[in-house]
């Protein structure tokens, strides 16, 4: 009550001179082409909006509820940026020894979209990539793991630009994550049911933190 107080007290320091009503909105909101979006507020998130630099990993469905998920898995990325993003050479790394190298002139437009579809042949499009198959690639962890984007194929901290892990700590790229600044030791997303995603809260906030994501009944890609 007493904040609500002072935070109106504040707004009335700033418009004394405007009579009308002022509405505050609990929501987060942007603007994308005219277009507003409304996110769920919470307290982790409580911080101003500013504009991303980097592509983030925002929704993974690694556990499909079908018998057999190979080739239903999947990575969704979001680029929130000021503009256009040259992805050619980033390596998507979230199985040992496996990993998706984006192909040359892959190009992600500002507030767009990409899934990567985990070991499945396809065609590749502006919104959805596949890794292909091979007889040594692997399906993601069913109740742990972890997803990891690179500048380029070199694995270190210098060249990691985004992060999360499921299930438990402790995964492959965690450490140099951890040493990059963009993830904290020991910080995992509670593993979620079958045929369920984890999916960022609010894809346009970045605070590397566990609980940025939520469990995701009906999972939805490129939105």
């Known amino acids: 009550m007493f904040a609500t107080i002072v935070l109106l007290a504040s707004f009335a320091s700033l418009w004394g001179g405007v009579f ?22 919470d307290d982790d998130l409580a911080v101003p909006l500013t504009q991303l630099d980097h592509i983030v990993i925002t929704e993974v469905l690694y556990d499909d509820s079908s018998d057999d998920d190979t080739g239903k898995e999947w990575i969704e990325l979001y680029n929130g940026t000021d503009g ?33 579809h985990w070991n499945l042949v396809g065609s590749d499009s502006a919104t959805d990539l596949y890794t292909g198959t091979s007889d040594s690639f692997d399906n993601m962890g069913n109740t742990s793991g972890w997803v990891a984007l690179f500048k380029n194929s070199t694995h270190s901290k210098d060249t990691i630009i985004d992060y999360l892990e499921y299930g438990a700590g402790g995964q492959t790229a965690e450490s140099k994550a951890a040493d990059a600044g963009i993830w904290t030791a020991g910080d995992f997303i509670p593993d979620v049911n079958e045929g369920y995603s984890i ?25």
């Open 199 to 223: 999916e960022k809260k609010e894809k346009d906030i970045d605070l590397n933190k566990a609980s940025e994501f939520k469990d995701q009944s009906i999972p939805t890609p490129k939105k």
């Open 84 to 116: 256009e993003v040259d992805m050619s050479g980033m390596d998507l790394f979230a199985t040992t020894g496996d990993d998706f190298i984006f192909p040359g002139g892959f190009k992600l437009s500002q507030f767009s979209f990409v899934v990567v």
């Open 20 to 41: 009308g009503t002022v509405a505050i909105s609990s929501d987060i909101e942007k603007s994308e082409n005219n277009k507003f979006e409304a996110g769920e507020w």
